[in-house]
Structure formats: structure tokens, C-alpha cells
């Protein structure tokens, strides 16, 4: 492989990952594993923002093109917006550098047809490295989401918080530490002893890194931390959890909330219903909370027997529209017809955890979403169905552009009968 295109190659590999089905972290994990520590993080880099601004790439490219953008072969495409995206939006890389790799690349993965066009292209464009002229372009436009959903968050939230959204989802998240015992001076100390610097997090909940490599971190090792956004962590802080309790984390990869809620409870029992996301719990619970009681479970069909628990913690399989900054994918992956499904999904988790909590019991919901139909409307419709249980306090809803953080949403409710 040719000096400088092995983080590109991977970039590309995560994107036709992507474009199969597979979720951006999963994609990326598999895609860069043998790279280089600095390749790796260029994978993530360009990968990522390529599919944050994937609708201003085209916009630039597609006038350069000789030919239908519905003719280009989907690798081919991805190419382009790879060389684009350097070239527009990252200051630190030479042009020639982004427009040399791409070719090559191409020529590997394609043939030198396609790779004659991608030098044309990026030599225009290169040429050429002004953007579109915003006032022409609609918010979904400007900032590469799709129409439906933009449309769908303009009418709730309103065109001034809506472009705050958009805005907020296209910058790059912070990594944000957790400390599993709850004691961030200790862990901010710790990282301060190592040399390596560290803010505090919107909250006041956990701390703000900047590293290429969690796992070379002081006290990983010792699962001293998790990472968790502020939000998430914000959510899970408001949660009453009794010393003594049984806690059940139903839908609990990649176990982070697991990991903190073992700090708090007597016994914690997790579960997840895919067995590649049962590993992922694993290796966190392993390092963090050994003591975790782990189970391969459809939470819609619990594994325990009625009124075992105390606790329930049903972090929601979501949209995840409170964390496309996160998730660059998810803006992409989601419509309308799978916001349906995920709902209908979230009814029968409630349905089927609701039996295995005693009388005085609490249920918490939590979502990283910023849907109604997922948050607050899921509620109502449980407590319809579900007369023995009531609400317990006030909801919490996070907007990510108001925090600086990801979004999210916690109810809590109590079994009385």
C-alpha cells in the first residue's frame, strides 16, 4: 500500500461498512484495527466528517462531473467525497496530498478509468475550492440531513433552535471520561499525575480528554472510568437507586450505566438481546464491575421471575437523533418508517419489564433521542396500559445545542400496586 492511503483505504471501508447496514463505531473499529495510532484517528477524522457533510460534498462535486451522479458506482462516490472533504475542510492536509491519495487509492480499489475521473474531479475542484453560497441552500442543504427530519425539528423546535441543532451535530464531540466510582477530583488528579490534561464536562459530570488512545490512560486498566457523554451521565445521576437494591440493566451494551450502577446497587444483573453486543458489555464489566451479573436476554421476554427487582433500567434502543454528532451515520440511517419500528420496539421493552418490579419498584427510561413518540409520548402510553405504575418526579429532556452535549431523555416511575 502506497505511503499516506492506508487511513484513506480504511476511511473508504468504513463508508461502504456503512452504506451495508453496519453501525459507524462498529464499522470503524473493524475497518482501522490494524492501523497505526495516528492512522487511526485520521479513519475516524475523515470517515466521520464525511458523513457529517455528505450533501455539501455532493453539492460541490456533482457540477465538476461529466457524467449522471446516479451512474457513479458507490465506491467511486465515496472516493470522491474522501478527496473533497480533505480538500474543503481540512485545513492541514495539502491539497495535492488529499488529490494524490485519492487516485491511488482508486486505482487499488477501482480501475484506472475511475481513476482518471477522480483526478479530473479533484483537480477542478482544486482549482475551484470555494464553497456553495449558503443563501441559496435550505438547512437540510447547508447542513447535509435529510429534508424530513430538518422539516420534522423545524416544526417542534423552530428555525432558530433547529440550526443550532444542525450546527451542533456537525462539530466533533468531546470525549468525555466517567469515573465509575462517582469521585471525579480522583480521577481528574490521576490523569493530572500522568500529564495528561483535562477539563470538566458540561454538569460537572466527568472530565474532557484529548488522547488518541483510551486504553493507554492511567486507570484503564483498573477500570477506574467509562466513557460516557455528560448528558448520558447527567441523566443516570438523577436515577434513585437504593443501597440494597436489585438492579436489572436491560438493554445494557456497551455498559458503561452498567458499570456505574454496580457502584450503587447491592446486585446488578445486565443483559442484552445480540451476543456481539453481550461481548462488548463483557469486556466493559470485566474491567469496570466484575461483579456483574451478566445474561443474553430479549427484555421484552425477561429472563427473571415477576417482581425481582427493585430497579429496571431500560436505556431504550433509540433513534439516536440526540447524538448525530456522535453518530454521524444515524441522520442517514433513520426515516420515518424505522422511527415507527423503534417505537413499537420501546412499547414491548416497557410491556415485558414492567412484571419483574416489586411494589414500590422504580422503572427509569432513558433514551438518547429527541423524539416525542420515543421520550414522553412512550410514557404517557406505558402509564395508559400500565395503571400501577405512576410517574416519579418530573421528566428530563437534554437539547444537545443548549449543553454542548449529546440529547436525551430520563422518566422515572414507581410501581404502587
Known amino acids: 500500500m502506497t505511503a499516506g492511503t ?24 473493524e475497518s482501522a484495527a490494524s492501523l497505526e495510532e495516528r492512522d487511526r484517528r485520521l479513519t475516524h477524522e475523515i470517515s466521520a466528517g464525511v458523513l457529517r457533510h455528505r450533501t455539501r460534498l455532493d453539492l460541490r462535486v456533482d457540477p465538476l462531473l461529466t457524467q449522471r451522479r446516479q451512474q457513479l458506482d458507490p465506491d467511486l462516490r465515496d472516493l470522491l467525497r474522501i478527496g473533497a472533504y480533505q480538500m474543503l475542510y481540512l485545513e492541514r492536509i495539502p491539497r495535492y496530498a488529499a488529490l494524490f491519495t485519492a487516485v491511488e487509492i482508486t486505482k487499488q480499489q477501482l480501475n484506472p ?136 440493566d436491560a438493554c445494557a451494551s456497551p455498559g458503561g450505566k452498567t458499570a456505574v450502577l454496580s457502584r450503587r446497587a447491592r446486585h446488578v444483573l445486565a443483559s442484552d438481546l445480540r451476543r456481539d453486543r453481550i461481548q462488548m458489555l463483557r469486556d466493559t464489566v470485566t474491567r469496570t464491575a466484575p461483579g456483574v451479573s451478566l445474561v443474553v436476554a430479549d427484555a ?24 448525530m454528532a456522535r453518530h454521524p451515520d444515524a441522520r442517514w440511517r433513520l426515516s420515518a418508517d424505522r422511527l415507527g419500528h423503534l417505537v413499537e420496539r420501546q412499547r414491548r421493552i416497557l410491556d415485558g419489564v414492567a412484571s419483574t418490579l416489586n411494589v414500590g419498584g422504580r422503572l427509569v427510561y432513558l433514551t438518547c433521542s429527541l423524539e416525542p413518540e420515543e421520550n414522553e409520548l412512550q410514557i404517557d402510553n406505558f402509564l395508559e396500559r400500565h395503571p400501577s405504575f405512576v410517574r416519579d418526579g418530573d421528566d428530563r429532556f437534554i437539547f444537545p445545542a443548549d449543553a454542548g452535549t449529546d440529547g436525551g431523555y430520563a422518566a422515572q416511575l414507581r410501581r404502587h400496586a
Open 300 to 323: 421484552s421476554r425477561p429472563p427473571l421471575k415477576r417482581g425481582a427487582c427493585d430497579v429496571v433500567l431500560v436505556d431504550a434502543p433509540c433513534s439516536a437523533t440526540g447524538t
Open 6 to 29: 492506508a487511513a484513506r483505504t480504511a476511511a473508504l471501508e468504513v463508508l461502504r461498512r456503512v452504506r451495508s447496514g453496519q453501525r459507524f463505531e462498529e464499522a470503524l473499529t
Open 113 to 248: 478509468g475511475a481513476a482518471r475521473l477522480v483526478n479530473a474531479v479533484l483537480r477542478r475542484l482544486t482549482r475551484d475550492p470555494g464553497r456553495p453560497d449558503d443563501t441559496s441552500l435550505d438547512l437540510a442543504d447547508e447542513y447535509s440531513h435529510p429534508h424530513w427530519l430538518v422539516e420534522r425539528w423545524t416544526a417542534r423546535f423552530g428555525l432558530e433552535r433547529t440550526e443550532a441543532l444542525l450546527h451542533h451535530n456537525n462539530l466533533q464531540p468531546p470525549l468525555v471520561l466517567q469515573p465509575v466510582d462517582g469521585s471525579t477530583t480522583v480521577l481528574k488528579t490521576m490523569l493530572s499525575d500522568a500529564g495528561v490534561a483535562s477539563t470538566p464536562a458540561p454538569f460537572g459530570a466527568g472530565v474532557v480528554v484529548q488522547t488518541g488512545s483510551i486504553r493507554n490512560l492511567p486507570g484503564y486498566d483498573r477500570g477506574v472510568f467509562v466513557v460516557q457523554d455528560a448528558a448520558q451521565a447527567e441523566l443516570l445521576a438523577s436515577v434513585s437507586v437504593p443501597a440494597a437494591a436489585t438492579v436489572w
